[in-house]
């Protein structure tokens, strides 16, 4: 399992799944790896309403519909994600952990069930793109992270 938080000090975005949603969202992106092709399954275990994405190859916060491969919110009990998809030990895939509501803060717990390990890598490559949001400071810019 893997386990982290999401604070002020993480990575804001808006999502796209809303032509209305122009919020900030925290969020933590983990580049996941296993050495096994097989069926695997995440899902999350905190006291906050959370979803997962998951993406092929990278995450662009500016643009987070590209490379999405799946979502999921409340597919397990208490508000938590739960998504399963089948994984390549080539592949590249980013899970992205962020929260249904603006502004949530507290800490998360991923684990994944299959056929092997899965080994959780925190992103930490940066981009030039900068977004205004009011998430912990009003009209600041927050620096946005993209998975290569």
């Known amino acids: 399992y893997y386990g982290d938080s999401l604070s002020c000090s993480s990575s804001t975005f808006s999502r796209w ?3 209305n949603d122009h919020g900030c969202y925290f969020y933590q992106a983990n580049r996941i790896e296993t050495s096994m092709n097989g069926f ?8 906050m309403d959370t979803i997962g994405y998951l993406y092929n190859n990278s995450f662009d916060p500016s643009r987070p519909y590209l490379n999405f491969i799946a979502p999921n919110h ?14 390549q030990s080539a592949g590249s895939y980013i899970l992205v952990v962020t929260t249904r509501r603006e502004n949530v803060q507290g800490s998360f717990q991923i684990t994944a069930v299959g056929p092997s390990s899965v080994y959780f890598y925190p992103t930490a490559i940066t981009t030039d793109y900068y977004q205004l949001c009011d998430s ?5 810019s ?3 992270k993209t998975i290569a």
């Open 17 to 19: 799944s809303s032509t």
């Open 40 to 47: 695997y399954t995440f899902f999350d275990n905190s006291s």
């Open 74 to 87: 409340d597919g397990a009990t208490n508000l938590q994600f739960r998504m399963s998809y089948t994984l």
């Open 136 to 140: 912990c400071k009003k009209s600041t």
């Open 142 to 144: 927050t620096k946005k």
